[in-house]
């Protein structure tokens, strides 16, 4: 049973946007933290932004805050990644995650993570 698959991925101009989606069969939607990381090229997995159960509380990497986005609809049960002013080095393979609430940490932290998605290719030209 795959719990999260992400979408929206692919190749933009650098100044560009994508929007990312993940779509998840996790219920309820609301027993989980929800985030997303990347792999860039060559480089470990970061954490890149996150959302508690409620959108009440978020989280942004230093490295995107101020372009990206995160959000979830919970009736819908997706949670997006809104990526504006795109640079090279925001190229990575992106990942979906689900932090359930009961055990989770915050900001999430990667060992931690129950669920993940397969990983979408986001490529930034220059």
């Known amino acids: 049973q795959v719990q999260l698959v992400e979408s929206g991925g692919g190749l933009v101009q650098t100044g560009g946007s994508l929007r990312l989606s993940c779509a998840a069969s996790?219920?309820?939607?609301?027993?989980?933290?929800m985030a997303w990381f990347r792999r860039p090229p060559g480089k470990e997995r970061e954490l890149v932004s996150a959302?508690?159960?409620?959108?009440?509380?978020?989280y942004y990497s230093d490295s995107v805050k101020g372009r990206f986005t995160i959000s979830r609809d919970n009736h819908k049960n997706i949670v997006y990644l809104q990526m504006n002013t795109l640079k090279p080095e925001d190229t990575a393979v992106y990942y979906c995650?689900?932090?359930?609430?009961?055990?989770?940490?915050?900001?999430?932290?990667?060992?931690?993570?129950?669920?993940w998605g397969a990983g979408l290719l986001v490529t930034v030209s220059s």
């Open positions: 996790l219920r309820p939607f609301t027993d989980y933290n």
């Open positions: 959302i508690i159960w409620n959108a009440g509380n978020t």
């Open positions: 995650a689900a932090d359930q609430v009961w055990e989770s940490n915050w900001p999430p932290q990667e060992y931690g993570m129950d669920y």
